[in-house]
């Protein structure tokens, strides 16, 4: 079956570094990837997502990043704030279920220290 | 900013009684989700709702399970017997068209005693 996972469970990074969150996934029909920040007692928040025909795509401050030959996804932070640290998530659907399901991966714990 | 909103924040019940949870998507979108995350592990999907019906579940979302949007803002989740193995934390999601963006609640947690 599909499954979407991250390779660190926890991270743990110096104000003002970058952050490197990476995810490894098995479903090669996938058409999204997405990236979801999870704060302590809220829902996930949508960060950015990649469509499957594209490596690269940037936002403020973010950079998600696509290798489909190792079915590998990261999600690079610049500039890590104390208010980068939570949850993240990252998950996957397919186009043609808009009204459908995201697969979530288990979750990396970035911890960013003053 | 328009946000999902979900009630209630936190419900603690005995095994074998009903719960609903209720859930305000943004007001525009058409497409409404449950997820639930059992605490310290993933989220995962129940159920996806659009143009009044369910559009695809899990295994997870069985006979036990339904939605319901009984008016034009509210979308709920009924439990009809709740098992010790349902206290989790319950999303309400929702996007809009053309957008796989989901915008969830902040979660009801329920407790199963």
């Known amino acids: 079956g599909e499954s979407v996972g991250l390779h660190l469970p926890t991270l743990s990074v110096q104000e003002g570094d970058n952050s490197i969150i990476n995810c490894a996934y098995s479903?090669?029909?996938?058409?999204?990837f997405i990236w979801y920040k999870q704060e302590s007692g809220k829902g996930p928040q949508f960060i950015i997502d990649i469509r499957s025909n594209m490596d690269k795509r940037q936002g403020q401050r973010v950079t998600v990043l696509l290798n489909k030959t190792v079915k590998h996804l990261s999600l690079q932070i610049a500039a890590t704030q104390p208010g980068d640290s939570a949850v993240y998530f990252c998950a996957e659907r397919r186009s043609d279920t808009n009204a459908g399901k995201s697969t979530f991966g288990d979750g990396t714990t970035l911890t960013v220290k003053p | 900013e328009p946000e999902v909103t979900q009630t209630p924040s936190h419900q603690v019940t005995q095994m074998g009684q009903e719960v609903i949870l209720r859930c305000v998507p943004i007001s525009n979108h058409l497409y409404f989700y449950w997820y639930r995350q059992i605490l310290g592990q993933k989220v995962e999907f129940l159920v996806s709702?659009?143009?009044?019906?369910?559009?695809?579940k899990s295994e997870i979302f069985d006979d036990q399970f339904s939605v319901e949007r009984p008016d034009g803002s509210n979308f709920t989740l009924k439990i009809r017997s709740t098992k010790l193995e349902d206290s989790a934390m319950y999303f309400c999601?929702?996007?809009?068209?053309?957008?796989?963006?989901?915008?969830f609640g902040e979660g009801s947690r329920l407790t199963v005693l």
């Open positions: 709702f659009y143009n009044n019906e369910i559009s695809e």
């Open positions: 999601a929702s996007s809009g068209r053309g957008t796989g963006e989901l915008f």
């Open positions: 479903n090669s029909a996938s058409d999204y």
